[in-house]
């Protein structure tokens, strides 16, 4: 199902040791989150540079997000640092 196949690829992009452990064995990685086989193999196939490639964009854009918040600690963060100026 494709929301699976997203929601993975989301804690991929995420998550720095399942990323490693999908990188060492794709397949099992993928199949343990209760993937199909097809949806396994078709993700096993993503070249390694490219998956860290969109995981550095990925955290990029939450700390983008975070810094540029209103709320949370972003926004403590972005308040204490205008603040000091």
Do not use: N
Not at 36 to 50: G, H
Not at 64 to 82: D, E, M, T, V, Y
Request: with cysteine; glycine share 8%.
């Amino acid at each position: 199902m494709q929301a699976d196949v997203e929601r993975f690829l989301a804690l991929l992009f995420a998550d720095a040791g399942l990323r490693q452990r999908f990188l060492d064995g794709p397949v099992k990685t993928a199949r343990e989150f209760g993937l199909s086989p097809e949806e396994s193999c078709s993700l096993a196939s993503i070249p390694a540079q490219d998956l860290q490639t969109a995981s550095r964009s990925f955290e990029r854009k939450r700390w983008l997000k975070a810094r540029h918040s209103s709320s949370g600690l972003g926004g403590w963060l972005s308040r204490l640092l205008r603040f000091r100026q």
